[in-house]
Each structure stands twice: as C-alpha cells, then as structure tokens.
C-alpha cells in the first residue's frame, strides 16, 4: 500500500509541476515578474525532483549483487538527498538571487493578468496533487502528527512529495501576495520581496529534506515499536532462554536486518535459531535479513 501510494503521488506532483512550469514560464514572458520566474524555476527543480524519486525507486529493485550482498534499498535515500539539494541550489539560491536583482533594479510588472490568473491556476493544480500526497500518507501515518510522521518514515518520496507540494503552495501564495501589492502600490519592490520569501522558504524545506535523508542514508534502525516486536517474539520463545545486543538496521524502506545473540535452551540449536528466525519474520515482515548468534 505504501509502495503504490507513493508511487500514485509522485506521478501526481510530477504531472502537476510539469503543468505549472509550463503556465508560469509563459506567464513570466508576458508579464516579466521576478517571482513569477522564481516560481518558474521552482517547477522546473520540482519536477526533477519527481524524476529523481521515481529514477531511484527503479535502481533500488535492483537484484543482490557479490558487490552489494544486501541489495540497494538505501539507494531511494540518496536520490532523495539529491532532491534538497537541487531544491536548495536549484530553487533557493536562485529565487533570491532573482529577488535580490529585483530590489535592486526594480521594473514594473506588465501584462498583470497573466501573471494574477496563472498563479491561480497553479494553486488549484499544486493543491490537486498536495491532496493526492495526504490522502496516500493519510494510509500509512496511524494518528501521528505530520511533524512526526515526516520525521519518522523510512519511505522518503512521500514526506519529500508533502513538504514540496506544501512549499509549492506557501510559495505561490508569496508570490501570488508580492504580484498584487505591486500592482496595487505601483511599487515592484514588492515583486522582488516576494521572490526572497520564496527562496528563504526553498531553503528551509531543502535543509530539512536533507537532514532527514542524512540519516536515513548513514543507517537507522527500527522504529521502537517494531523492535519492541522483535523482543517480544524473542522473549516468549520457549527454545530462547534469554539475548543480548539485539540490532536492527533499514537496508531500504521495506527491509529490516535483525541480529542479535540468543542463548538456547536444551535442545537442537539450529532448529531453535531456525524457528525463533521464522517467527521474527511473520511478526514483522520488513525483517528480510535476519541473524540469531548462540551464546
């Protein structure tokens, strides 16, 4: 469910930027808005951000290698690395780049309807596909809060689809803001501020996506609740008498590499690792990989 429902959404963002890239280029040549080509250029990174998701889910099915005994799982946290950083440098640094450029040599806004009716239809767009993101993560959170959903998923194109497409929205409303006290001042100081709110607000969702990804990347371990499964299969095993330095480590979002040292009660030990072994995997699937040491 997880899978396809991450899949769903980032299709749905993907065609959805494409779209909006589209409109807001065609809007930028008409009306020569600072924010609107920042927007611009946002759609454009977030659509390569989309291609990057799906490009590393493909490489992650990649069979066992000698090389990489364990598979590729963890190759969908790098290509989710490389999304906050073209959301940094592809749509942070260059929105305020455009911004700083537009305070300093302010122009008036031309053809403002472009710019005002564009901005509109991108916000129904970004909004279709931010509601297709929630309705999928809605499946997987179990009554956590976003904050911490975002924070705890070991599947990173879901929260990478949610805070763009949220950011998307924040930004659209910026430069939706900055267009109209343009035009109603007379002022395209505004024009510019607003395409600096947008790359502060790139910047910030680009430093939060990659310091999630960073630790997926180096290696994180089960959430307390599945090893709190683990250790209770363990624990009620009547051929385990005890174990210690229990270790969970994710090889991709849906594996799990369990060991731990087991001390065996009388009998055959390779049958009790055998069956203790099989036991962990039917209470917790993601345990692809799992090695019980006897004491």
Excluded: C
């Amino acid at each position: 469910m997880s899978g396809s429902g991450s899949q769903e959404a980032t299709l749905a963002a993907l065609a959805a930027n494409i779209g909006i890239a589209v409109t807001k280029f065609v809007a930028f040549v008409f009306t020569g808005s600072s924010s609107m080509l920042a927007e611009s250029i946002h759609s454009v990174a977030d659509s390569g951000n989309q291609g990057l998701l799906l490009f590393g889910r493909t490489r992650a099915e990649r069979e066992p290698t000698p090389d990489h005994p364990f598979g590729f799982g963890r190759e969908r946290y790098f290509y989710a690395f490389l999304v906050s950083v073209v959301l940094f440098f592809g749509g942070g640094l260059f929105a305020l780049y455009e911004g700083y450029e537009k305070v300093a040599h302010p122009h008036p806004l031309e053809s403002w309807p472009w710019a005002v009716g564009v901005l509109v239809a991108a916000i129904v767009m970004e909004g279709l596909s931010l509601r297709t993101a929630v309705r999928n993560a809605g499946r997987v959170r179990r009554g956590r809060s976003w904050a911490r959903y975002i924070r705890e998923a070991k599947a990173p194109e879901l929260p990478v689809v949610l805070l763009e497409d949220t950011a998307a929205l924040a930004g659209l409303a910026f430069a939706l803001v900055g267009v109209t006290l343009a035009l109603l001042t007379g002022n395209p100081l505004f024009d510019g501020l607003g395409s600096i709110a947008i790359g502060l607000l790139l910047i910030v969702v680009a430093v939060t996506l990659a310091r999630e990804t960073k630790s997926m990347i180096i290696g994180e371990a089960a959430s307390p609740e599945i090893q709190r499964a683990i250790e209770d299969v363990l624990r009620h095993d009547s051929a385990i008498r005890d174990f210690t330095q229990l270790r969970t480590l994710h090889l991709g979002p849906e594996e799990l590499l369990v060991a731990a040292r087991v001390t065996v009660t009388d009998g055959q030990v390779a049958e009790a690792l055998r069956g203790a072994e099989e036991r962990i995997r039917e209470r917790v699937p993601l345990a692809t990989v799992v090695y019980l040491q006897p004491q």
